[in-house]
């Protein structure tokens, strides 16, 4: 099944209709989904449809928690739940979605995966919707499912690729290889689709050379969009097992950090847009129910483009001179750099780690937004 792993899905599944769960989701979609792509605000409606028996056993998935715990939404709540989104969203000019998420959704049935994509369809039709997305393994894919997934105008199709590198699947039981990955990412693009791989971190047997070269392949198969995903020891899973034998060690979170830094960058360089950096900090991951271990932290994709401003300001106490604290015409030096708005967050650091590392160099630091700033460009105006 590609997927986010289960402990993600067992929080958010339980989130598609009471309007209860809706207020919950509110700000996973914003916060998650919400991005500001030139101008147009772009949402997904996440519809979860775990499935219930999958023949594979991943070793960082839980299925028994899969199967326990989460219902496949019926159709009728599929449609309310996208009406309740929709009347939820600003008003404004925004690119809507419609996201199948946390199942194989082309291993469930033809006529359940036409019903849920029917539902769709009148607000494809009315311009509510402008498309859909799924996920899925790359070894559910075929021509006659991709005919079918056109017919009903999906959009995007998403594949739990997980790595690409042949030891890192067969140590984590994936059930497919990377030349299934190849062939189906093949056959989507050739069909027109928008194309996302999906990738774990941290696998056993796995190094950052290899997810280096795994991103590298992402790239290479023309993949639009990624996730990136730190494997995690949950509970009752295989890896729990081989974590409590000692056979398996999770990265820390420090190295996690690192090695999404170098694949944030080498993607962005690409040109892909990473959509997901660490899992959702679902209850049971933060209450500690379902996490045993691992590189889990509930900001992660903070703490990644924290490190990456980190490299970017470092020059900036390479540079500071004498005893860096006094400038060279003997005064105590000030800087200000100014950012654009949308990376002030990052720049300053999670928990002012950034601030507080040139505080150590300069008597006074201060960040400034500039709106004629794009990217991760900044200005710097030192001793003012
Ligand atoms: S065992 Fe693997 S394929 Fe099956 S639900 Fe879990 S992650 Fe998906």
């Known amino acids: 099944m590609s997927r986010v792993p289960d402990s993600q899905i067992a929080i958010v599944s339980t989130l598609t209709t009471s309007d209860n769960h809706l207020t919950k989701i509110r700000s996973f979609l914003f916060g998650i989904f919400a991005t500001n792509m030139q101008r147009l605000k772009h949402y997904t409606i996440p519809i979860f449809t775990p499935e219930m028996a999958c023949p594979f056993q991943c070793v960082f998935c839980n299925q028994q928690k899969i199967s326990g715990h989460l219902q496949n939404p019926d159709f009728r709540e599929v449609t309310d739940t996208i009406r309740k989104y929709l009347s939820s969203f600003k008003a404004g000019e925004k690119q809507v979605e419609v996201g199948f998420f946390g199942g194989t959704f082309t291993g469930i049935s033809a006529d359940i995966q036409e019903g849920y994509l029917k539902t769709v369809q009148p607000f494809l039709d009315s311009g509510e919707v402008h498309g859909i997305r799924l ?18 105008r999906v959009s995007t199709i998403e594949l739990g690729a997980q790595s690409l590198d042949n030891t890192v699947l067969q140590a984590a039981r994936r059930g497919h290889s990377v030349q299934q990955v190849e062939k189906a990412a093949a056959l989507i693009r050739a069909a ?18 290899k997810a280096l070269a795994t991103a590298q392949k992402i790239i290479d198969f023309g993949a639009s969009n990624t996730r990136i995903y730190p494997t995690l020891v949950i509970k009752g899973t295989v890896l729990h097992r081989w974590y ?15 090695w999404s830094k170098q694949l944030l960058l080498k993607f962005e360089k690409a040109g892909l847009r990473v959509i997901r950096l660490g899992l959702h900090p679902s ?23 924290t490190e990456i401003w980190h490299d970017l300001l470092k020059p900036l106490i390479d540079n500071v001179g004498t005893n860096g604290r006094v400038g060279t015409n003997g005064r105590l030096r000030r800087i200000e750099i100014e950012v654009p708005p949308s990376e002030i967050n990052y720049a300053i650091g999670y928990g002012g780690k950034n601030r507080k590392i040139l505080l150590e160099h300069f008597q006074n630091v201060k960040f400034i937004q500039n709106t004629a700033l794009s990217g991760r460009n900044f200005k710097v105006k030192d001793n003012v």
């Open 135 to 152: 996920s899925t393994r790359p070894d559910y894919i075929d021509d006659e499912v991709l005919t079918r997934l056109k017919e009903y």
């Open 192 to 209: 027109g689709f928008d194309l996302g791989l999906q990738m774990m971190i941290g696998l056993p047997d796995d190094t950052l050379e």
């Open 244 to 258: 409590e034998q000692g056979k398996y060690k999770p990265l820390s979170l420090e190295e996690a950090v690192v």
């Open 283 to 305: 209850e049971g991951l933060l209450d500690g129910s379902e996490w045993v271990a691992g590189p889990f932290h509930p900001s992660f994709r903070e703490l990644v483009l």
